[in-house]
T-cell receptor, first 116, second 114 residues
Framework: AQSVTQLGSHVSVSEGALVLLRCNYS??????LFWYVQYPNQGLQLLLK??????LVKGINGFEAEFKKSETSFHLTKPSAHMSDAAEYFC??????????????FGQGTILTVHP | KAGVTQTPRYLIKTRGQQVTLSCSPI?????VSWYQQTPGQGLQFLFE???????NKGNFPGRFSGRQFSNSRSEMNVSTLELGDSALYLC?????????????FGPGTRLLVL
């Protein structure tokens, strides 16, 4: 079975500061990893995903994440936070195979607050 | 292309009642997954349908069921509602041919059970 741990349920940064949201996964087989963002009263929007190609993945809105197998991590970063980045962020994992059809396993989420 | 739509957006029910939620996937997508989101348990996978067949199921009681129609639209049903069923129910669609595909989420149906 796969699992995801997001370190820090709340992260607060100043506008213009570096954003770092941490995600560690557990999987006995090569994982597919995803970062989603959720704004209040909305569904989830994909920021980026890792599917075993390049380990450094670039996504929308200036976000990127690096897959580090040795650390079982997939941390999300953005060089300069913007007020509009305030939202809840979810890391998720899937794997190949029938037991994972349509199934994403999510972390508990990290609420990002951006201060002016 | 239109996104994933869910109806209704908000719903209030009382304990013991049943409820049906609807999800229309992106055109061309044959897979629909359902998730329950609560403050305590987070996002949990309910089940996935592909070409009218349930391919995968999470750890939820039998009160939670679903189906998919030939046009890929999906419904989920919760019978004998309990207070703990209050949640945001999200559906997501994808092509359904590989697990690394992006799942596109709808806005959700917020269910309140009184």
């Amino acid at each position: 079975a796969q699992s995801v741990t997001q370190l820090g349920s709340h992260v607060s940064v100043s506008e213009g500061a570096l954003v770092l949201l941490r995600c560690n996964y557990s999987s006995s087989v090569p994982p597919y990893l995803f970062w989603y963002v959720q704004y209040p009263n909305q569904g989830l929007q994909l920021l980026l995903k890792y599917t075993s190609a390049a380990t450094l993945v670039k996504g929308i809105n200036g976000f990127e994440a690096e897959f580090k197998k040795s650390e079982t991590s997939f941390h999300l970063t953005k060089p300069s936070a913007h007020m509009s980045d305030a939202a809840e962020y979810f890391c998720a994992v899937s794997v190949a195979g029938g037991t994972s059809y349509g199934k994403l396993t999510f972390g508990q989420g990290t609420i990002l607050t951006v201060h002016p | 292309k239109a996104g994933v739509t869910q109806t209704p957006r908000y719903l209030i029910k009382t304990r013991g009642q049943q409820v049906t939620l609807s999800c229309s996937p992106i055109s061309g997508h044959r897979s629909v997954s359902w998730y329950q989101q609560t403050p305590g348990q987070g996002l949990q996978f309910l089940f996935e349908y592909f070409s009218e067949t349930q391919r995968n199921k999470g750890n939820f009681p039998g009160r939670f069921s679903g189906r998919q129609f030939s046009n890929s639209r999906s419904e989920m049903n919760v019978s004998t509602l309990e207070l703990g069923d209050s949640a945001l129910y999200l559906c997501a669609s994808s092509l359904g041919t590989a697990n690394q595909e992006t799942q596109y989420f709808g806005p959700g149906t917020r269910l309140l059970v009184l």
